[in-house]
Each structure stands twice: as structure tokens, then as C-alpha cells.
């Protein structure tokens, strides 16, 4: 099976910063399939974070996490990192990185075909 790997979650006071990495289990995957990143806290819907196009780089950040996060590939690690500064107490959740044929427009929770098992984000003083 085809699979992707989280690191990278964990304990953080507000403002302060995390570097999530999710690391693809095939060459192929990583070089053709949309990644995105997905959080998903209790009570909340499962939401898109940011997305990154294979074709252009181009990216797409949701409006709660512009200025403060940003995705990036790395293609000899085929690595997919969220760089996540000045969290707040609003960015607590379950992270889940995210492989789709789609693009990044088209991509939604609901149809992702491959997600990662999810890290766990906390913000706290």
C-alpha cells in the first residue's frame, strides 16, 4: 500500500512555531498526486489548510492560516513540511497531510484518495 507518514506534531505555547513533515511511501505518488494539508478539531468539520499544485508550485493557503503557515516539497525527500509560526489557540487539531489527483481547487476532505494518520496539534501556555 501506498502511504503517507506524519511527523512533527506536538506541544507549542502561543506563538509560537512547528514544522509539520509528511513523507511519501512512493516516488510516484509524491511526483503526480496534489498534496495538501487538512486539520480537523473536535466539534469542527475537516478543513483544508493549504494545498500546493504539482504542475507550477502555485499555493493555496486558507484565509485562517495566511501569513503564518506555508507549505513546501521537498522532491529528493519526497517530503511535503507545513511551517506553521505564531500559532494561536485556534489552530489546536489533528493535522492530516493529504495525496489527490485532483487539484488543489478540487480537492476536498470528503474525496481525498490517500491521507496520512494525523498529528496531533496543541497550543497551550
Known amino acids: 500500500q501506498v502511504h503517507l507518514v506524519e511527523s512533527g506534531g506536538g506541544l507549542v505555547q502561543p506563538g509560537g512555531s512547528l514544522r509539520l513533515a509528511c513523507q511519501a511511501s512512493?516516488?510516484?505518488?509524491?511526483?503526480?498526486?496534489?498534496l495538501a494539508w487538512f486539520r480537523q478539531a473536535p466539534g469542527k468539520e475537516r478543513e483544508k489548510v493549504s494545498c500546493?499544485?504539482?504542475?507550477?508550485?502555485?499555493?493555496y493557503p486558507a484565509d485562517s492560516v495566511k501569513g503564518r503557515f506555508t507549505i513546501s516539497r521537498d522532491n529528493a525527500k519526497n517530503t511535503m513540511y507545513l511551517q506553521m509560526d505564531n500559532l494561536t489557540p485556534e489552530d489546536p487539531a489533528i493535522y492530516y497531510c493529504?495525496?489527490?489527483?485532483?487539484?488543489?481547487?478540487?480537492?476536498?476532505?470528503?474525496?481525498?484518495?490517500?491521507w496520512g494518520q494525523g498529528t496531533q496539534v496543541t497550543v497551550s501556555a
Open positions: 493529504a495525496a489527490d489527483i485532483r487539484p488543489c481547487p478540487g480537492i476536498v476532505a470528503k474525496a481525498v484518495d490517500v
Open positions: 512512493s516516488r510516484f505518488l509524491f511526483d503526480h498526486y496534489t
Open positions: 500546493i499544485s504539482t504542475s507550477d508550485g502555485t499555493t
